[in-house]
């Protein structure tokens, strides 16, 4: 009985309703088996495999990920930030899971903390009724809910998401009162925060040290905050520490492109786009359809709290003001009138994408939401039924208006996790190492050799791999390979006489060589950048072993200082020494009738999702056949009995000179493809002579041997017509071709012969 009123008096109930809130979000991990593909999650879930064999064979914290990039190795362990595989890996090491059951973990629980955490923060500071609002409007907002962990599959970033919340809401609790416990996990979300994912978890990190500044100019905070973030920014120097010293031994250049898709200047948004609804999902396409918004029911609450700020009516207003400029500074990021903050700031473009900050404009305007509908609640007496009325509807409004997104297209059996497959899949292009632009390639690789046989065998047969240069061994030299772990290779040799042991192992900093014990420099072997090893004539035994740099190990060093540091700070806190706010957590019977509500509204519209409107197939589109229900234009066109052309949308019909076109495709596989066709859009002048044009090495940036049979493929253009451009009606046409070949498709009639090569969409007309 004493546990029982113990838990009564300490746990807030609250929690367990925001878990009912989240479940609609959570539903399709839940409810499907699988992940999934054509997305980054296959990188995720090949990555923690990785990370699980490494660490099966007592390699905890690889920094080498040895079966990547051809079995030549790859440093992604030592740039890409961990936390996210590891938390996979306990799930992935259970029996009968494996990497995919693991990174499916990840994804629930990202969602979890994002609404438990933005709960606990916005309850804290404005009451329980504003915590289940911005739970809500968090959680179901557009990229959190669906952008991130569904339509790209970046499971770090959604985890960054997660841990935002809570880390601020971790924080907040210190600056109310100082405990051991508060202060601890203060410390060690904080560093979480770090190791989620190297962009977003920096920039999150930022707003961290932006509020507590702002808290203690505000006199609401003591230097405690700031004493947190930096020993949580210590605590994991012993990732972020390296990534920085150790930059210029991978050419990260690669992270930043120019007029392609990783040039930020092609990623911002408009209002427009950040102001509209959420659309209907097209089951029937290979990336369906949506809209880089931020909810009008998110716009809606959001803009009650910064009303409420205006009118000076708000509760803690210095605190509502920070959210509101934060907000404003994250939308000024993400438009194209910052392009001049995106140039000068050096850091900045390996964002890669403006609209990545949704994710923190979404967390702004949940919070300003929660005080927004507290500060309503606040304005008069309102009766025990209207306050649990008026949230509940607050807490619905988010939720119904991202139905569309709760129901993403149906995914297949991802299929095995393996090493070969991971080869195989590296062998078609599709990415190496798990990145899609070789981003962390050793430096001193002048040239990425192509996939060796002798090498892979081993995926094959599940063995370990033979990266000696066989071929190259003089004549009679003897080299017997055994791995002692995936880090650590030991080779017995026999040598007539003085030879160079070349290995298929890309150098890197960290790689250490010892002939019979004793360190020696090994050589360069060039273009592949791969290690050479003087070996003199007789019996010897060279060992390879991956180990720490100096630059690891003062990492690591720092990172156990601070540990060290954040306990002892932590046992010498004295609660007395800090200021402590009244308890939050309430277990009157008004909470009890707004809990009610709440769960009562939150279990309905889940009820009739799940088992009404799922089931109809009114919360999405299925296009099926040749019917493309999105397309403005439907059109039947046969490009040689391979593709056909089934629909196109056009921005305008009628343009000025210097007016920017936009197209879109949509295009379907008739066969399986084994060419991979490049598409051009063109605007031909009266006289037949190009005027403008947009051409695409993947229409759709998706290489046509991998379209499916059964869904459609969009594909946009974006065509700048030239300021000189006369008067005049000008033929739009779109076409696909072979780039090795030099040959177009041809477009075919019914009967199959030949109409020309390339087809007419419609005429634009320049006044």
């Not at 039924?385 to 619905?396: D, L, N």
């Not at 030879?499 to 273009?527: H, S, Y």
């Amino acid at each position: 009985m004493r546990f029982l009123a113990w838990v009564k008096a300490h746990f807030d109930v609250g929690f367990l309703v925001v878990l009912t809130v989240c479940l609609l979000a959570l539903w399709p991990f839940l409810s499907r088996a699988s992940l999934p593909q054509e997305t980054d999650v296959e990188l995720h879930i090949f990555r923690v495999a990785e990370l699980s064999y490494l660490v099966r064979r007592g390699e905890w914290y690889p920094r080498w990920a040895p079966n990547f990039c051809h079995g030549y190795g790859y440093p992604i362990f030592n740039y890409y930030a961990p936390l996210a595989y590891y938390l996979a890996l306990p799930v992935e090491l259970l029996p009968r899971l494996d990497a995919v059951d693991g990174v499916k973990f990840v994804f629930v629980l990202a969602l979890l903390l994002a609404g438990l955490g933005m709960y606990g923060f916005v309850r804290d500071n404005w009451g329980r009724p504003a915590g289940y609002v911005a739970a809500a409007a968090y959680v179901y907002a557009p990229y959190v809910l669906y952008i991130d962990p569904h339509a790209r599959g970046v499971l770090a970033e959604s985890l960054s998401l997660g841990l935002f919340p809570m880390a601020l809401w971790a924080l907040d609790r210190v600056r109310r009162g100082g405990t051991f416990v508060r202060w601890v996990t203060a410390v060690f979300l904080t560093a979480a925060l770090l190791l989620s994912h190297n962009l977003m978890g920096m920039f999150f990190f930022g707003l961290l040290l932006a509020w507590a500044g702002w808290s203690i100019v505000n006199r609401q905070s003591s230097i405690l905050s700031a004493a947190v973030l930096l020993l949580g920014l210590l605590l994991s120097a012993f990732f972020w520490l390296p990534v920085f010293l150790e930059r210029n031994a991978v050419n990260l250049n690669t992270l930043i492109g120019v007029g392609d898709n990783y040039d930020f200047r092609t990623h911002f948004l408009s209002w427009g786009e950040l102001f509209t609804y959420t659309r209907r999902l097209d089951w029937g396409a290979t990336a369906p359809q949506f809209v880089f918004n931020l909810g009008v029911a998110q716009w809606l609450l959001g803009g009650l709290g910064a009303l409420m700020l205006l009118l000076r009516r708000a509760r803690q207003p210095w605190q509502i003001a920070f959210f509101a400029l934060s907000l404003t500074v994250v939308l000024f990021l993400m438009l194209p009138v910052s392009t001049f903050v995106w140039e000068r700031l050096p850091f900045l473009p390996y964002f890669q994408f403006p609209w990545r900050l949704l994710g923190a404009a979404a967390a702004m305007l949940a919070v300003l939401a929660g005080a927004g509908v507290a500060t309503l609640l606040e304005w008069r007496q309102w009766s025990e039924r209207s306050v649990g009325g008026i949230t509940a509807v607050a807490v619905a409004l988010p939720i119904l208006l991202s139905l569309p997104l709760t129901q993403p297209a149906p995914w297949p059996d991802f299929g095995p996790v393996s090493t070969l497959r991971m080869s195989l899949i590296e062998h078609s292009g599709r990415w190496l190492g798990t990145t899609s632009t070789a981003d962390y390639v050793p430096a001193t690789v002048d040239m990425i050799p192509e996939r060796n046989g002798n090498v892979v065998a081993g995926f094959l047969t599940n063995s370990s791999l033979d990266r000696v240069n066989r071929p190259t061994l003089p004549a009679g030299v003897i080299v017997i390979s055994n791995e002692v772990t995936p880090l650590h290779f030991r080779y017995t040799i026999e040598a007539p006489e003085r030879f160079r042991l070349r290995l298929f192992l890309f150098d890197f900093p960290g790689w250490t060589v010892r002939l019979n014990g004793e360190i020696v420099q090994p050589e360069l072997g060039r273009p592949e950048g791969f290690i050479v090893i003087p070996v003199p004539a007789g019996e010897h035994v060279v060992e390879v072993r991956f180990q720490n740099t100096p630059a690891r190990t003062l990492a690591w060093l720092i990172s156990g200082l601070a540990l060290l540091l954040t306990l002892i700070v932590g046992l010498r806190i004295s609660p007395s020494t800090i200021h402590r706010s009244q308890c939050t957590v309430h277990n009157s019977q008004f909470t009890i009738s707004l809990d009610r509500w709440v769960l009562a509204s939150v279990l309905l519209i889940t009820a009739v999702a799940l088992l009404i409107l799922s089931p109809l197939g009114v919360l999405h589109l299925h296009s099926m056949g040749n019917q493309v229900k999105p397309a403005q234009t439907a059109v039947y066109a046969d490009f040689g009995r391979q593709i056909w052309l089934l629909g196109y949308d056009a921005s305008t019909r009628q343009a000025q000179p210097g007016d920017e076109l936009q197209v879109t495709l949509y295009w379907k596989a008739q066969v399986p493809l084994d060419i991979n066709y490049q598409v051009f859009v063109h605007v031909l002048a009266p006289d037949g002579f190009l005027s403008a044009q947009s051409d695409k090495i993947n229409p759709g940036d998706y290489p046509t041997r991998r379209w499916p049979l059964d869904k459609y493929v969009r594909d946009e253009h974006v065509i700048h017509l030239p300021e000189g451009l006369a008067p005049g009606h000008y033929r739009v046409v779109a076409g696909l071709w072979s780039a090795a070949d030099g040959w177009r498709l041809p477009v075919l009639d019914a009967g199959g012969a030949q109409l020309g090569d390339n087809y007419l969409l419609f005429t634009l007309e320049i006044p």
